[in-house]
């Protein structure tokens, strides 16, 4: 395999990873509101109603997806490589995400509406179970446009994109 060839593969498996990612997280996120066993502690999640804090929330992530990482290293160590990155980078993104949705949710430029916290403000048990981004909430018919932004967000003091819970 040449260099161009290694280049092109890590960068599908990166951008594969990221996508498939995302997709996980909205079925797990999913899976969580249908099974208790599965939900307990996602229970606790919603009446608490905060993050854990990125790190933390990253971690998570990282632990309940490290099978599925490895395993590009099967095929390639390229392949694996790409993937990795594009898992991590979904990973932290959605750790970072998740946090800021909780804490800063007008910020989150990416999303026409904030779909976690609309999730989460509104007792949504069966619309907008994306974390990071809205994608699969439209594609399998979860996503439910509200009128989110109200005077309770609009009167929160002004934050930045990086003042949020870090651990």
Same mark, same amino acid.
């Given at each position: ?69 490895? !395993? ?5 160590? %390229?392949? +694996?490589?790409?993937? @990795?990155?594009?898992? *991590?980078?979904?990973?932290?993104? &959605? ?36 974390? !990071? ?5 439209? %594609?399998? +018919?979860?996503?439910? @446009?509200?009128?989110? *932004?109200?005077?309770?967000?609009? &009167? ?12």
């Amino acid at each position: 395999m040449n260099e161009t060839q290694s280049i092109l593969l890590a960068s599908a498996c990166f951008a594969l990873a990221f996508i498939l990612a995302s997709l996980l997280e909205y079925w797990l996120h999913r899976l969580m509101h249908v099974s208790k066993k599965v939900g307990a502690r996602h229970l606790e999640h919603h009446r608490n109603n905060t993050g854990q804090g990125v790190l933390w929330e990253f971690r998570d992530y990282i632990r309940g997806a490290i099978v599925l990482i490895a !395993a590009m290293f099967f095929y390639s160590w %390229v392949a +694996g490589i790409g993937w @990795l990155l594009g898992s *991590l980078a979904y990973a932290a993104f &959605s750790a970072y995400a998740h946090q800021l949705q909780h804490e800063n949710p007008t910020k989150c430029f990416w999303m026409k509406m904030p779909v976690h916290y609309v999730h989460h403000k509104y007792g949504m048990w069966h619309h907008n179970f994306g974390l !990071a981004v809205d994608w699969w909430d439209k %594609v399998f +018919g979860t996503y439910k @446009l509200v009128d989110w *932004l109200t005077e309770e967000e609009l &009167s929160q003091p002004e934050k930045n994109l990086l003042q949020l819970r870090w651990w």
